[in-house]
């Protein structure tokens, strides 16, 4: 029996110490779901669509002027109104996807661009082009709604970041694919170069419409619709184990008050899962939680549009020729490489944003982009007083371009989509996004319209300094009302919000809880 003893109380030693061995092994790195990529993938395909509008319009419009003879006011409104028809699509958006669901308002996006891409490129006048915008810019209001909410409902939450920052990943890869247009039918007779610009915007509508045959539906969606069956299907193909989609599904059900004993595939629902009553919780009579979640998110689409990018990337030509870059095709290059190096910050950007975190990327990009904003200006006033083209000036003009697409790119960029897909419960997610669009594209038409008029009212220069005063507004802002939502789940941001500078708090509160949850776990497995 002592010998019988000494034996067990080795093994039980030996145990032990392979227990606390295994502590201090690094923790496994979490596995990348190949499929949840894939799914996001295809959904963000209806962003290159406002991406190539964008991209290709800064070249096309120069093409357009010349052979349908418009003046500046006209060119300016063709091209900041798709921005503001956009907003008829993604006030239709929230309510849409929550009636027919996620994955065929993305269908439906594709569908409408396509109708309006064919328009624009057979356009045989102005008239007949700012009906294929108004088109075109429905398709664009429901993508951008659709898009993001989509990959956030799909996504893990470890790798959440990652693949909600797609829809701008795929944004700038369309800035770019429109800017290589430009380039490639530079060259054809000018009544036909702008036809095709805008003509092969379609193509991406064609894919998407093909492509979206293998994605599945949202899993919240199919919550709120009691389909809890399917729901848990589509979880475990979209999580990294088995464990993992229980736990996300228990989450959703209670936040769609869906009990937890409930386990049918089937489940009665109440009547708001489609969409009814959200109004009201949203605007009229909504929680501090809730409110803040509101400003937060209106704010940080305020501020992306209202510093400017739009400026720059659309009127980057023009910017470039008031630099003193008098060769069209030397020009139509430069905005090529603005293209390119927006594209390749924006995907350093994606593997930052769940690892370093939302708030100081956010930050930083922001600081960036005052400093290069006002830079710019100053070049561009010095530019502006000597009838002499100053090369070191003119450099710097090429430069501060670069560097400020470069830190909206990392940060203000995709974040913007990141972050205000994240943050809203999930009964108000589709209608809050669908709110924040909103207000980003109508941002966006009054930058995209009012800048000619701006820079001949206060100077070239002049502008872009207003640009940087308003940065420093955004970055006050920022960091005063942004909670950093790293790591945290879907059914967990309400509890990050209300508190306003107190947030850190309930951050803290939410890390101690896990932790407490794990050590029970851990508990529940020793024997005494």
Same mark, same amino acid.
Not at 150 to 168: K, W
Not at 303 to 322: E, N, W
Not at 344 to 350: C, E, L, Q, S
């Given at each position: ?40 993938? +295809? &959904?963000?395909? =209806? %962003?290159?669509?406002? @991406?190539?509008?964008?991209? !290709?319009?800064?070249?096309?419009? $120069? /093409? ?27 006030? +239709? &958006?929230?309510? =849409? %996807?929550?009636?027919? @669901?996620?994955?065929?308002? !993305?269908?439906?996006?594709?569908? $409408? /661009? ?69 380039y490639a039918f530079s060259k054809l007779p000018t009544n036909l170069g702008w036809r095709y610009m805008l003509g092969v915007g379609a193509l991406p509508a064609v894919v998407l419409a093909v492509g979206v045959l293998a994605m599945p539906e949202s899993p919240r969606w199919l919550v709120m619709q009691g389909r809890l069956g399917d729901a848990k ?204 669009v909103a207000v980003n594209r109508v941002i966006s038409g009054i930058i995209s319209m009012t800048f000619l008029s701006l820079y001949k009212a206060i100077t070239i220069g002049g502008a872009f300094f207003l640009y940087a005063g308003i940065g420093v507004l955004a970055w006050v802002f920022f960091y005063t009302m942004l909670p950093e939502t790293q ?42």
């Amino acid at each position: 029996m002592a010998d019988r003893r000494v034996e067990d109380n080795a093994v039980s030693g030996q145990l032990q110490n392979d227990h606390r061995i295994a502590d201090f092994d690094p923790p496994q790195k979490p596995k990348t779901n190949k499929f949840a990529i894939a799914c996001a993938i +295809l &959904a963000c395909t =209806t %962003s290159i669509l406002l @991406g190539y509008d964008i991209g !290709v319009m800064s070249g096309a419009n $120069i /093409f357009i002027q010349n052979d349908l003879k418009l003046s500046d006011t006209e060119i300016a409104v063709l091209a900041g109104t798709l921005n503001i028809y956009s907003l008829i699509g993604s006030a +239709l &958006a929230g309510r =849409t %996807s929550d009636w027919i @669901g996620r994955r065929y308002t !993305v269908v439906l996006s594709g569908v $409408i /661009f396509f109708v309006g891409a064919l328009l624009m490129g057979l356009a045989p006048g102005y008239a007949f082009l700012m009906f294929g915008r108004f088109v075109a810019g429905i398709g664009v209001g429901y993508g951008l709604m659709i898009a993001p909410v989509y990959t956030v409902e799909i996504s893990p939450t470890l790798s959440r970041g990652f693949l909600t920052s797609f829809p701008e990943v795929f944004v700038n890869l369309g800035i770019l694919l429109g800017y290589v247009s430009n380039y490639a039918f530079s060259k054809l007779p000018t009544n036909l170069g702008w036809r095709y610009m805008l003509g092969v915007g379609a193509l991406p509508a064609v894919v998407l419409a093909v492509g979206v045959l293998a994605m599945p539906e949202s899993p919240r969606w199919l919550v709120m619709q009691g389909r809890l069956g399917d729901a848990k299907r589509v979880l475990d193909k979209t999580s990294t184990s088995k464990e993992e989609a229980q736990l996300r599904l228990d989450d959703i059900k209670e936040a769609a008050g869906i009990p937890m004993h409930l386990n049918d595939d089937v489940v009665s629902v109440t009547k708001q899962s489609h969409g009814e009553g959200v109004w009201r919780q949203l605007i009229l009579h909504p929680t501090p939680a809730v409110l803040h979640i509101l400003i937060a998110a209106l704010g940080i689409h305020f501020f992306q549009q209202v510093t400017g990018i739009d400026s720059v990337v659309l009127y980057s030509p023009r910017i470039f020729a008031k630099a003193g870059i008098t060769s069209y095709e030397h020009t139509l290059l430069a905005t090529v490489a603005v293209g390119f190096i927006k594209t390749i910050f924006i995907f350093i950007a994606t593997f930052l944003l769940d690892r370093v975190g939302r708030r100081p990327l956010l930050l930083t990009s922001m600081g960036g982009m005052i400093l290069s904003l006002a830079c710019l200006g100053a070049a561009l006033t010095i530019v502006d007083h000597h009838d002499s083209t100053i090369p070191w000036a003119v450099a710097l003009c090429i430069t501060m371009v670069l560097f400020n697409v470069a830190f909206f790119s990392i940060g203000l960029g995709p974040i913007t989509w990141v972050y205000s897909s994240e943050i809203f419960p999930l009964k108000l997610r589709a209608q809050g996004v669908s709110l924040g669009v909103a207000v980003n594209r109508v941002i966006s038409g009054i930058i995209s319209m009012t800048f000619l008029s701006l820079y001949k009212a206060i100077t070239i220069g002049g502008a872009f300094f207003l640009y940087a005063g308003i940065g420093v507004l955004a970055w006050v802002f920022f960091y005063t009302m942004l909670p950093e939502t790293q790591g945290r789940t879907l059914e967990e941001m309400e509890v990050l919000f209300g508190k306003y500078h107190k947030w850190r708090q309930a951050n803290a509160m939410l890390k101690s809880k896990k932790v407490d949850h794990g050590d029970g776990d851990e508990n529940k497995g020793q024997v005494n």
